[in-house]
């Protein structure tokens, strides 16, 4: 019997220089969680467990992200970092914003002009402190992008599965904002090629990191060809407080499109697999005709340092097997997970799965 041919995983080495990362989280500066070792890790395990062939990205320019963002967005992860060092910032910290533009300060007054370099504007479109940004950090967004839409692009072309190893992350980022270790959403702006490029009607997204995506929901929230699906710790106790609740479930056209499937503390695999059940029911019934874009979290692993569910890294071989026993051709792309010491194991155990369900399916 001959082996099947190895599952292509995109990456690049521009997230290594987005790195040297602080945050600040409940009035304390903190090393970030969201650091280059967590990719690092995944590819040593996933080239020690044979059957994965790391691959380079292709290059797709701005004009996917410009599909998915705003230009103003995509102005300022662009030129923040350049704009601070030519205002005389020496470089030797992160970029964090110390004032944010509220709906509450605009009020009745928009437009209001902002400043005219990058860094000043950061507040009007970050949401959080949990942000940082360095010199490398826009080419690693860009090159996470790139890696995304790679992985795209081989499923269209046939591949069974592609994995993008995306860092930084994705998920939290909005037409106009970012957030959550999030610049660019890798995962929407592959859903929206997979529809503009890949010729498609129908695309299902589900999205299983420990936080919910709130970016790729506010994204594709009135959209009637995108199905939104995620399982996450409920945002009554979790990150990021303010969206991911069930009865949030799209408008207009996309009325019924977004799906949440919020989680109680300690939720373990049957708890789970209970929701992932309905979710890809969800799926089932959406009928979608492209590939399924899975925005992969480890952050839900009971060991992670910022998540309060109780997967272990047998489970995700479990939930893998789910979703490739539907059958569906794959793009999974990396989204969190903290715990550095397993997340290579956990991402072994979640692939592995998703190919033997999809052989036995």
């Known amino acids: 019997?001959?082996?099947?041919?190895?599952?292509?995983?995109?990456?690049?080495?521009?997230?290594?220089?987005?790195?040297?990362?602080?945050?600040?989280?409940?009035?304390?500066?903190?090393?970030?969680?969201?650091?280059?070792?967590?990719a690092v890790a995944i590819e040593r395990a996933l080239l020690g467990a044979g059957g994965y062939e790391l691959r380079e990205p292709q290059a797709?320019?701005?004009?996917?992200?410009?599909?998915?963002?705003?230009?103003?967005?995509?102005?300022?992860?662009?030129?923040?970092?350049?704009?601070?060092?030519?205002?005389?910032?020496?470089?030797?910290?992160?970029?964090i914003p110390d004032t944010f533009k509220l709906a509450a300060y605009s009020g009745p007054m928009e437009p209001l002009a902002l400043p005219s370099a990058a860094h000043l504007r950061l507040g009007a479109f970050c949401f959080d402190t949990a942000t940082p940004m360095v010199a490398g950090t826009a080419a690693a967004a860009r090159?996470?992008?790139?890696?995304?839409?790679?992985?795209?692009?081989a499923v269209v072309d046939?591949?069974?599965?592609?994995?993008?190893?995306?860092?930084?992350?994705?998920?939290?980022?909005?037409?106009?904002?970012?957030?959550?270790?999030?610049?660019?959403?890798?995962?929407?702006?592959?859903?929206?090629?997979?529809?503009?490029?890949?010729g498609f009607a129908r695309v299902a997204m589900l999205d299983i990191d420990y936080h919910h995506g709130n970016g790729t929901q506010q994204l594709f929230w009135e959209r009637g060809d995108?199905?939104?699906?995620?399982?996450?710790?409920?945002?009554?106790?979790?990150?990021?407080?303010?969206?991911?609740?069930?009865s949030e479930r799209g408008a207009g056209a996309g009325e019924g499109l977004t799906r949440n499937f919020p989680l109680p503390a300690d939720t373990s695999l049957d708890g789970y697999a209970d929701a992932l059940s309905e979710a890809l029911d969800a799926v089932a019934a959406?009928?979608?005709?492209?590939?399924?874009?899975?925005?992969?979290?480890?952050?839900?692993?009971?060991?992670?340092?910022?998540?309060?569910?109780?997967?272990?890294?047998?489970?995700?071989?479990?939930?893998g097997r789910a979703i490739g026993g539907m059958g569906p051709r794959t793009v999974v792309l990396q989204e969190g997970g903290y715990a550095v010491d397993a997340i290579g194991a956990n991402a072994v155990a979640f692939l592995g799965g998703l190919r033997e369900g999809r052989e036995a399916g």
């Open 1 to 38: 019997m001959s082996q099947p041919p190895p599952v292509a995983v995109y990456r690049s080495n521009a997230h290594l220089a987005h790195a040297g990362l602080v945050e600040l989280l409940a009035g304390r500066q903190i090393p970030c969680y969201e650091s280059p070792e967590r």
């Open 226 to 246: 995108v199905l939104y699906c995620s399982l996450h710790a409920d945002p009554a106790r979790a990150y990021p407080y303010f969206s991911g609740f069930a």
């Open 158 to 198: 046939g591949a069974a599965l592609a994995y993008g190893l995306c860092r930084p992350p994705g998920h939290h980022a909005a037409r106009a904002m970012l957030g959550g270790y999030c610049f660019y959403n890798n995962a929407a702006i592959a859903a929206e090629w997979l529809r503009r490029d890949g």
């Open 143 to 153: 090159a996470a992008v790139d890696v995304a839409l790679s992985a795209a692009h």
């Open 60 to 95: 797709f320019g701005l004009e996917p992200i410009l599909a998915v963002h705003d230009r103003t967005l995509v102005d300022v992860v662009e030129h923040a970092w350049t704009d601070a060092l030519a205002a005389g910032a020496d470089g030797s910290h992160p970029l």
């Open 286 to 319: 959406f009928d979608p005709d492209a590939p399924l874009v899975v925005s992969l979290g480890f952050d839900t692993f009971e060991r992670d340092p910022i998540g309060d569910l109780a997967l272990r890294t047998a489970d995700y071989a479990e939930i």
